[in-house]
């Protein structure tokens, strides 16, 4: 079993900037990158035109360690101050179920963890003192 903590950071709408920002600031490699175009989607809610190109997910390394980036996309507000959480990305189901249920003890569930086309299990949980962590089981569905 594999266990790491990832910095995720959030942005609204300039992950493009920030990520050019960090290629030359601190030498930063984009290592995977999903723009929300290439998101499979729901073909009743079709994406407007203008959040094709916005990034739904990219993985940067820097020497040995790596971060995520996202766009802020969803329908609920976007607040300054609350985009940077801590992935913890296990390549084990049950462990990703025993953290996702441990860290929402006195905390509150944000997404519920569920199977999704990117994982077997991926929630989102902010912890009693509350530090959001998005809990990802490494593979697909």
Do not use: C, W
């Not at 290592?31 to 190109?53: A, H, T």
């Not at 990802?136 to 569905?141: A, C, M």
């Amino acid at each position: 079993m594999s266990t790491s903590l990832i910095p995720f950071l959030e942005m609204n709408g300039s992950a493009n900037e920030a990520i050019d920002f960090y290629e030359k600031a601190l030498d930063a490699k984009v290592v995977y990158m999903l723009r929300f175009g290439d998101v499979p989607g729901n073909p009743e809610s079709p994406l407007p035109p203008e959040k094709k190109n916005m990034v739904g997910y990219a993985v940067l390394k820097i020497g040995e360690s790596e971060f995520q980036l996202t766009d802020h996309f969803t329908g609920s507000s976007y607040q300054k101050g609350t985009q940077v959480t801590i992935v913890v990305q296990t390549n084990d189901k049950d462990k990703a179920t025993q953290y996702f249920e441990a860290l929402k003890q006195g905390g509150q569930v944000n997404e519920p963890l569920q199977a999704s086309f990117f994982s077997p299990a991926y929630g989102n949980v902010t912890d009693k003192f509350g530090v959001t962590f998005r809990i990802l089981t490494k593979g697909r569905q």
